[in-house]
């Protein structure tokens, strides 16, 4: 974090939960990327690299992907996730990188107390709001602060993006900058109240 003018500007780290190339959900990190407020800045953390949750080889150390992911997080002032929809559920590979993350690593667990704000977009007619829905179930009991509204579920996402695969619909871009202004006040909220408590 660091101040500009009255503003405080804050890191976040961007987890995208697909890993297919021309994956909706990351056309809509790129459309985050695009709107986002000036007080805020955004890093990928990726998971593309990120293997299986194994604690055998937990024990041996960090695989390179997974210290990446944590290294990500843990210099982020806040974690935006962008989460597909699988089945009714949260896909395999965002919930086996959460896992991951969610471990005690040298005394530190890098999702505990992080302001967390979820998007997603799927083909289907319900927007990833069950896989939302589990998303809201799992990420406080990682410890983590997650913003509840505004919601940004996008549904039919294929009729939203142009011919470069890029989310060009000025409504749902639009919803995407209202979720980016209020995620930088969710972050500022507990910043402060930790400033406070230093002082
Ligand atoms: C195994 C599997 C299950 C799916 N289940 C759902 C579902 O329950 N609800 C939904 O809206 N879309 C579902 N879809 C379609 C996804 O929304 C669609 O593939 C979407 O493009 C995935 O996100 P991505 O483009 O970021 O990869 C499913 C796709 C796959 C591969």
């Known amino acids: ?9 804050y890191r976040v780290a961007g987890i995208v939960g697909s890993l ?16 986002l407020p000036s007080r805020l800045q955004i890093v990928e953390a990726p998971i593309l690299d990120v293997p299986l949750f194994n604690q055998d080889v937990e024990d041996a150390g960090d695989p390179e992907a997974v210290a990446g992911l944590r290294q ?25 990188a959460l896992d991951w993350a969610s471990r005690m690593h040298n005394g530190q667990r890098v999702l505990w107390d992080k302001p967390v704000g979820i998007m997603g977009a799927s083909d289907g007619r319900f927007g990833t709001t069950r896989s939302q829905m589990a998303m809201r179930s799992l990420l406080p009991q990682l410890g983590m602060r997650l913003m509840p509204t505004p919601a940004v579920m996008i549904a039919q996402v294929e009729e939203l993006v142009d011919d470069d695969g890029n989310l060009s619909d000025e409504k749902t871009r639009e919803r995407i900058r209202e979720h980016l202004e209020a995620f930088h006040h969710w972050i500022d909220v507990f910043a402060r109240a930790e400033r406070d408590r230093e002082s």
């Open 72 to 96: 990500a997080i843990s210099g982020a002032d806040g974690v935006l996730i962008f989460c597909p929809e699988y089945n009714a559920g949260i896909p395999g590979v965002l919930k086996n």
């Open 1 to 9: 974090m660091a101040g500009i003018g009255n503003a405080t500007m």
């Open 20 to 35: 297919r190339a021309g994956s909706y959900n990351r056309a809509l990190f790129r459309a985050a990327v695009s709107a």
